[in-house]
């Protein structure tokens, strides 16, 4: 195991989002707290997605609906008496990657804009569904009747508990997605996205790699979404909205593409930025936008070429 | 007589007014070297992405070891041991030579959805991957992003990862096409070794190659094969004369 500069970026990030919890209680600013864990949540879905689009080429512009679906299904457990967090997660997770089944099966055999565009539309549908679920809230949306229950063994009504369970699952997930880009189904998506003719040339199908990759990075965002609204507690169609799609793939583009670890970091640079300019002036996109803009152009690869320079310690 | 590894009866395509492909007619007999030649023009491009299957057939159809292949597509095909190489290098850029072929090693080790171990440390495929590369002549560039590599490095790298298959046929879309006279040599020298030891089909345009490596050329003009034969045939062949040879 060499310790390259993006495991030093990812150790030392764990270490800071660990020791925040106490650091914000010090200085009396708990709020500080709920925020890195809307961070994190974000997170979660931003490395998922980067599991397809940074390694599988895969430009999901409906992400969203994945978040949504988790965020759906606990609720409508909870409203059913069904509270068991492990039983709702695993709905959660499932539901998103049978949705993400269906998505695929459909836009994986396109690509580029097509399959920008077939995500984003599939998205747009399901956001309108949540809007006629009136039983569900409706456009006005809902609350969650109560958070998942652990037994005892975990309380998500403690803010502290339910930010280490955030953060002790992001890491899972960066490890996981980190370990599968490597493995030989990580090769086969990254050979696809690389040179698809000479990927079948050689005897590979991507279609089938791709797609298991498109449904795996869609379990992943369905626990962020159970996550999300467990932090909320309340359930809007809104979770699915395209902006938020947007949002998600902004954090994997700002962190850089293929690195892991750095949408992490464009899921925290997002969302603080937001937060603190939001506080600033209503104005706020004016200022994150040309923001954005400018880190495309000058770190094509994102935070991570500039905190890391891009390389790889796989 | 055995059958031919290859067979391939009244293959035709059009576009258009064009008939690109015009009653093809084609035997690859097993462990021979088989050029095809042509001007530009002769439908050398689509003759081969029917045989490699990126391309369907009008009419006609190719028959593999035995089997018809005639609408398999490209995978499949390299499945069943039909490899190829580019006209235009086609190799992954941003992996390294040694991940490119054991990337070709692993597309024939069975499926790919194994989800854990590491691809890069695992020796059944990097081994076989590392002595393909040796027998090419690129041992010592293994770790070198494709990208890197000199023009004629890359194209000894897609025979490489045609190898590495380990192909019944290999069907070499021009392997000296741009290549100095150096480089040229050295791929010649490496497919003179290949050579009876695999079957191969060889378009090119490069004739002192072609008369070098191939045991029987197949010259192709508006889409049709008008003669196939020795080298020494061939030359002797009027017609190939006046449709080919004599303008050069």
Same mark, same amino acid.
């Given at each position: 195991m060499r310790f390259g500069r993006r495991r030093i970026a990812l150790i030392a990030l764990v270490l800071l989002l660990a020791a925040a919890p106490p650091v914000a209680v010090l200085v009396g600013q708990p709020f500080y707290v709920d925020l890195l864990r809307r961070v994190m949540i974000f997170a979660i879905a931003a490395v998922s997605?980067?599991?397809?689009? +940074? =390694? $599988? +080429? &895969?430009?999901? %512009? +409906?992400h969203a609906a994945y978040l949504g679906v988790g965020a759906y299904a606990v609720t409508i457990l909870a409203v059913y008496g069904v509270n068991d967090g492990l039983l709702q997660w695993a709905v #959660?997770? $499932?539901?998103?990657?049978?949705?993400?089944? #269906?998505?695929? #099966? !459909?836009?994986?055999? @396109?690509? $580029? /804009? =097509?399959?920008?565009? !077939?995500?984003? #539309? %599939? @998205?747009q549908m399901l956001y309108y569904l949540g809007i006629s679920l009136d039983v569900y809230g409706g456009d006005n949306g809902m609350r969650l009747p109560m958070r998942s229950q652990f037994g005892g063994l975990i309380d998500l009504g403690n803010g502290t508990q339910f930010y280490y369970l955030v953060l002790g699952l992001l890491v899972l997930v960066v490890l996981l997605v980190r370990r599968l880009a490597g493995s030989r189904f990580g090769m086969v998506i990254r050979a696809a996205k690389s040179n698809e003719a000479r990927t079948r040339a050689i005897g590979l199908s991507p279609y089938r790699y791709r797609l298991a990759a498109f449904v795996i990075a869609g379990g992943i965002c369905g626990l962020a979404g159970a996550l999300l609204i467990n932090h909320t507690a309340y359930l809007t169609p809104d979770? &699915?909205?395209? @902006?938020?799609? +947007?949002? /998600?793939? %902004?954090?994997?583009?700002? $962190?850089g593409i293929g690195s892991t670890v750095g949408p992490v970091f464009g899921a925290l640079v997002l969302l603080v930025l937001e937060n603190a300019l939001s506080n600033w002036t209503e104005h706020w996109q004016i200022i994150l936008g040309p923001l954005l803009v400018l880190v495309v152009l000058f770190a094509r690869r994102g935070l991570a070429s500039l905190l890391w320079r891009g390389e790889e310690d796989a | 007589m055995p059958e031919p590894l290859l067979e391939v009866r009244g293959l035709s395509k059009s576009f258009g007014a064009l008939r690109a492909t015009d009653e093809v007619l084609l035997d690859v007999l097993e462990g021979e070297t088989h050029a095809i030649i042509g001007p530009n023009g002769a439908g050398k491009t689509t003759l081969i992405s029917q045989l490699a299957g990126d391309l369907r057939p009008d009419a006609g159809r190719i028959r593999f070891a035995g089997e018809d292949i005639t609408v398999l597509d490209a995978a499949t095909r390299s499945r069943r041991g039909f490899a190829r190489s580019f006209q235009i290098t086609s190799v992954y850029r941003d992996f390294t030579a040694l991940d490119n072929v054991a990337l070709a090693v692993q597309a024939h080790a069975g499926h790919s959805f194994r989800f854990w171990r590491p691809a890069r440390s695992d020796a059944e495929l990097r081994a076989p991957a590392r002595a393909v590369l040796e027998q090419v002549g690129l041992g010592a560039r293994a770790d070198v992003p494709a990208a890197n590599l000199a023009h004629g490095e890359q194209r000894q790298l897609e025979i490489a990862m045609a190898i590495a298959t380990r192909p019944r046929l290999l069907l070499l879309d021009e392997p000296v096409a741009g290549m100095g006279a150096e480089e040229s040599q050295r791929m010649v020298r490496l497919l003179t070794g290949l050579k009876g030891r695999e079957t191969m089909i060889l378009v090119e345009h490069d004739m002192d190659a072609v008369f070098t490596l191939a045991d029987r050329i197949s010259v192709l003009v508006y889409g049709r094969i008008i003669a196939t034969g020795t080298a020494a045939e061939i030359r002797a062949n009027p017609e190939v004369r006046a449709a080919y040879l004599g303008e050069d």
């Open positions: 997605l980067d599991l397809i689009l +940074g =390694y $599988g +080429g &895969m430009v999901s %512009f +409906g #959660a997770i $499932g539901a998103a990657m049978l949705l993400a089944l #269906a998505i695929g #099966a !459909i836009s994986v055999r @396109t690509s $580029g /804009i =097509y399959f920008i565009m !077939i995500t984003l #539309a %599939f @998205t979770i &699915m909205h395209w @902006t938020r799609s +947007g949002d /998600i793939l %902004f954090m994997v583009i700002l $962190g | -």
